[in-house]
């Protein structure tokens, strides 16, 4: 499964960007499909993730909550990830991420990694 990750860019702080991820060569409904992020000299961390089942149940970390939204569109194949009221803090490149049969909600568990897209929030 390839992954193919756009929408970021540059913003201004209080903006909105909307990601995209839409794998390739297959179905991506028996997959969790989630983001992550890395900012320079940080570890990756979880950001947002939508499972493989119950109509797709969604997780956000306690950083982006209120603010981002994931959601899947299974015609399109392609999960998006809405960020609003983007703060400079959120500066870091975003990784699409799938885990089959799971939430791609923990690093260790990820089956598949997207490129990253660059996301920028100017102050």
């Known amino acids: 499964v390839q992954l193919q990750a756009s929408g970021g860019g540059l913003v201004q702080a209080g903006g909105s960007l909307r990601l995209s991820c839409a794998p390739s060569?297959?179905?991506?409904?028996?997959?969790?499909m989630g983001w992550f992020r890395q900012a320079p000299g940080k570890e990756r961390e979880f950001v947002a993730a939508?499972?493989?089942?119950?109509?797709?149940?969604?997780y956000y970390s306690d950083s982006v909550k209120g603010r981002f939204t994931i959601s899947r569109d299974n015609a399109k194949n392609t999960v998006y990830l809405q960020m609003n009221s983007l703060k400079p803090e959120d500066t870091a490149v975003y990784y699409c991420?799938?885990?089959?049969?799971?939430?791609?909600?923990?690093?260790?568990?990820?089956?598949?990694w997207g490129k990253g897209t660059q996301v920028t929030v100017s102050s």
């Open positions: 939508s499972s493989s089942w119950g109509g797709g149940t969604t």
């Open positions: 991420a799938a885990e089959r049969y799971g939430t791609s909600r923990y690093l260790n568990d990820v089956d598949y």
């Open positions: 060569g297959r179905s991506f409904t028996t997959y969790g």
